[in-house]
């Protein structure tokens, strides 16, 4: 996902799937200001909970990363400039561990798992 900074000016928004573009759409408002709860995997409007693998995500601000399609990462994603909130899951004594400055504390919700053979790296 791209997200601008707190502005309140159109921001747009971009996902990605392996590397593939799924789909762009712009908004207004914050995002993540109060670093407040942030569902990985969960929406408040459905029941249930994501049924598929995250090996890495990184939240950054005010730079888009990624503009187009590309090449996904093939070693554990690093902090960059503008990082937020890093998730490796790469530590199986901590999956749920952020790797930021900000060492954001994550609840699990469900049953997460973290298999290690799973993984893309």
Known sequence: MVFDDATGYAKPIS?????VSRGTTSCTGTFMNSLGTILI????????????????????????????NFTPPTSVLTAITGTQFLLKANNVNNPLEDSSINNITISSSGSPTLIIANGPF
Do not use: P
């Open 41 to 68: 995997g969960k929406n408040t409007w459905r029941a249930g909970f994501l049924s598929a693998d995250i090996s890495n995500m990184r939240y950054v601000v005010g730079t888009a990363v990624y503009t187009s």
């Open 15 to 19: 996902i990605h799937q392996n590397g």
